[in-house]
T-cell receptor, first 120, second 115 residues
Framework: AQKVTQAQTEISVVEKEDVTLDCVYE???????LFWYKQPPSGELVFLIR??????QNEISGRYSWNFQKSTSSFNFTITASQVVDSAVYFCALSEAPHPSTGANSKLTFGKGITLSVRP | KAGVTQTPRYLIKTRGQQVTLSCSPISGHRSVSWYQQTPGQGLQFLFEYFSETQRNKGNFPGRFSGRQFSNSRSEMNVSTLELGDSALYLCASSQEPPGYGTEAFFGQGTRLTVV
């Protein structure tokens, strides 16, 4: 069964601090996808990044960076020089390859989310 | 292009009633998934439709049902509402089903309150 654990529940930082959001996942599949989503107060989840299980290359995109390590089943997300607009709930999610005929596992499994508050 | 549209945005219903929520996916997307979000349980998968077929269903009672139309629009229905059904219901659309790695785009959700 697939599982995503976000051990941090709430993080509060002062603007311009760096912050890392942790994500640990469990899956028996060798083919899977990992995602980070951001949920601002308006409610919709905003897609941030996707990684497949065969691509451990870490990525930097502006102030955001991601660290994917299969050896520790972790997919961590770092915001550099945080801003007030980064305040939101951040979700890590996992999807496994679906069963070819039944479609089973065709879903996203989310962690509980991390509430990030960035204070001016 | 237009995003995922969910209607209505807010609903207040009484226990025992039924409710229908609607989701219009992004044009060209054939997969629609539904999730329930509550403070206690977080985001939980309800069901997923692809080309009018339900391909996957979460661990919810039979009171929760859904369907997808030929234009990919989807509806979910909850019958005999209970207080515990109060939640934010989110719809996600994607070109392919979630397991194929395409990103899902979410609507703003329908906030259902059962009194």
């Amino acid at each position: 069964a697939q599982k995503v654990t976000q051990a941090q529940t709430e993080i509060s930082v002062v603007e311009k601090e760096d912050v890392t959001l942790d994500c640990v996942y469990e899956t028996r599949d060798t083919t899977y996808y990992l995602f980070w989503y951001k949920q601002p107060p308006s409610g919709e989840l905003v897609f941030l990044i996707r990684r497949n299980s065969f691509d451990e290359q870490n990525e930097i995109s502006g102030r955001y960076s991601w660290n994917f390590q299969k050896s520790t089943s972790s997919f961590n997300f770092t915001i550099t020089a945080s801003q007030v607009v980064d305040s939101a709930v951040y979700f890590c999610a996992l999807s496994e390859a679906p069963h070819p005929s039944t479609g089973a596992n065709s879903k996203l499994t989310f962690g509980k989310g991390i509430t990030l508050s960035v204070r001016p | 292009k237009a995003g995922v549209t969910q209607t209505p945005r807010y609903l207040i219903k009484t226990r025992g009633q039924q409710v229908t929520l609607s989701c219009s996916p992004i044009s060209g997307h054939r997969s629609v998934s539904w999730y329930q979000q509550t403070p206690g349980q977080g985001l939980q998968f309800l069901f997923e439709y692809f080309s009018e077929t339900q391909r996957n269903k979460g661990n919810f009672p039979g009171r929760f049902s859904g369907r997808q139309f030929s234009n990919s629009r989807s509806e979910m229905n909850v019958s005999t509402l209970e207080l515990g059904d109060s939640a934010l219901y989110l719809c996600a659309s994607s070109q392919e089903p979630p397991g194929y790695g395409t990103e899902a785009f979410f609507g703003q959700g329908t906030r259902l309150t059962v009194v």
